[in-house]
T-cell receptor, first 114, second 115 residues
Framework: NAGVTQTPKFRVLKTGQSMTLLCAQD?????MYWYRQDPGMGLRLIHY???????AKGEVPDGYNVSRLKKQNFLLGLESAAPSQTSVYFC?????????????FGQGTRLTVV | AQKITQTQPGMFVQEKEAVTLDCTYDTSDQSYGLFWYKQPSSGEMIFLIYQGSYDEQNATEGRYSLNFQKARKSANLVISASQLGDSAMYFCAMVRGSTLGRLYFGRGTQLTVWP
């Protein structure tokens, strides 16, 4: 049972570099999300998607872009990385079919921008 | 605006004792859901328990129960018979009926269980 898989698990970037984080889910969930976790802040929503081809901004979207070309994949892009984007990134997916919007999380990606 | 408040940055409990982790929430929605997640030192987010706003009974999942007091807007997690493996960060989260599964998280409570 793969669930939600994030790639990569760790990454170090130099300021100004770009990268894409990949999230893949095999549960046929409609909704997918990208969160970032910073010490003492809990998880904050960056962007989310309610279906293939649709995306929307969350709480902290600046500096990030996303795409959902296929239902099972949700990509998070950093065009020009900044040290303030050093964080742990979590992807999650959910469905309303269970009636409770339970989110299933990936393992997280630890990103350091130097 | 902070929608989920966890006032206890850290809690300590002795093994086999019960512990309550506090969570209060703020929403004007009639339909919402409350979650607790556990994050051990390995980093993954583990779902523990869910309470819907229309559920009349408090949710229970094994050693976990959710003390839901709707009028006070609180959703405290009770862990009975604590184990060393319960040491972790615990997050309270809410999904509002109007927000399509988007979770709002509190800042977490670090629980330490000692022998």
């Amino acid at each position: 049972n793969a669930g939600v898989t994030q790639t990569p698990k760790f990454r170090v970037l130099k300021t100004g570099q770009s990268m894409t984080l990949l999230c893949a889910q095999d549960m046929n969930h409609e909704y997918m999300y990208w969160y970032r976790q910073d010490p003492g802040m809990g998880l904050r929503l960056i962007h989310y998607s309610v279906g293939e081809g649709t995306t929307a901004k969350g709480e902290v979207p600046d500096g990030y872009n996303v795409s959902r070309l296929k239902k099972q994949n949700f990509l998070l892009g950093l065009e020009s990385a900044a040290p303030s984007q050093t964080s742990v990134y979590f992807c999650a997916s959910s469905t309303r079919q269970t009636g409770r919007d339970e989110a299933f999380f990936g393992q997280g990606t630890r990103l350091t921008v130097v | 605006a902070q929608k989920i408040t966890q006032t206890q940055p850290g809690m300590f409990v002795q093994e086999k004792e019960a512990v309550t982790l506090d969570c209060t929430y703020d929403t004007s929605d009639q339909s919402y859901g409350l979650f607790w997640y556990k994050q051990p030192s390995s980093g993954e987010m583990i779902f523990l328990i869910y309470q819907g706003s229309y559920d009349e009974q408090n949710a229970t999942e094994g050693r976990y129960s959710l003390n839901f007091q709707k009028a006070r807007k609180s959703a405290n997690l009770v862990i009975s018979a604590s184990q060393l493996g319960d040491s972790a960060m615990y997050f309270c989260a809410m999904v509002r009926g109007s927000t399509l599964g988007r979770l709002y998280f509190g800042r977490g409570t670090q629980l330490t269980v000692w022998p």
